[in-house]
């Protein structure tokens, strides 16, 4: 997998657009003026969590000796999941109740932006070849970055998609998500075979 296929996938799995509508459920209590403070805040402490994760999650795959493989295949797995939501999602998906508190890592930060899936996926990425850490440093990055862009112009975007327009995209964000899904699960199944032949 390259930089831009890595960031694609990253992009996808944080689906900006597809949480817009919780984004800003969240933040309507909060003055206008101090809205955004508290978006980039938050959007930094995703980004530094999520590269915890990244640098972090081979030592832990270590410990708990799992396989390059094994990793790969719940990865495609977990991906499948994800895509499936995006394109039926739940019914009551944005009809949680909203807290008046200032949030603070949860949950904007974390599961919205830094999500468990997310978090997968980046211990997969760092386990698939260890030593392309700064190629998966700048896939995250710019994942987050267009991300982070899109959830400070939400206002902006809303406006231009309007909500049937936001769930088109997040449908066709799952489309994408689910071929390259099947192809991480592929992959995972391919090398474990070619390993098992081989030995």
Request: cysteine-free; hydrophobic content about 60%; charged content about 15%.
């Amino acid at each position: 997998m390259d930089i831009w296929s890595a960031a694609v996938m990253l992009f996808l799995i944080m689906d900006p657009l597809g949480n817009l509508p919780i984004f800003m459920s969240i933040l309507k209590s909060i003055e206008p003026k101090r809205r955004r403070k508290v978006l980039a805040r938050e959007l930094v402490l995703s980004l530094l969590i999520m590269f915890v994760f990244l640098f972090s999650g081979q030592a832990v795959l270590d410990f708990l000796n799992v396989k390059q493989q094994a990793v790969s295949i719940a990865g495609g797995i977990i991906l499948f999941l994800i895509a499936i939501r995006m394109i039926f999602p739940n019914k009551g998906k944005h009809d949680d109740d909203v807290s008046e508190q200032e949030p603070f890592i949860v949950p904007l930060a974390i599961p919205m932006i830094a999500g468990p899936s997310l978090l997968a996926a980046l211990i997969l990425l760092a386990n698939q070849d260890p030593l392309r850490m700064l190629d998966w440093s700048l896939a995250l990055f710019s994942a987050w970055a267009i991300s982070a862009s899109i959830l400070m112009f939400s206002g902006v975007f809303f406006k231009v998609l309007g909500e049937r327009g936001l769930i088109a995209i997040e449908r066709l964000m799952g489309m994408i998500l689910i071929m390259l899904a099947i192809q991480m699960f592929l992959d995972g199944v391919g090398n474990y075979f070619s390993l098992g032949v081989t030995n």
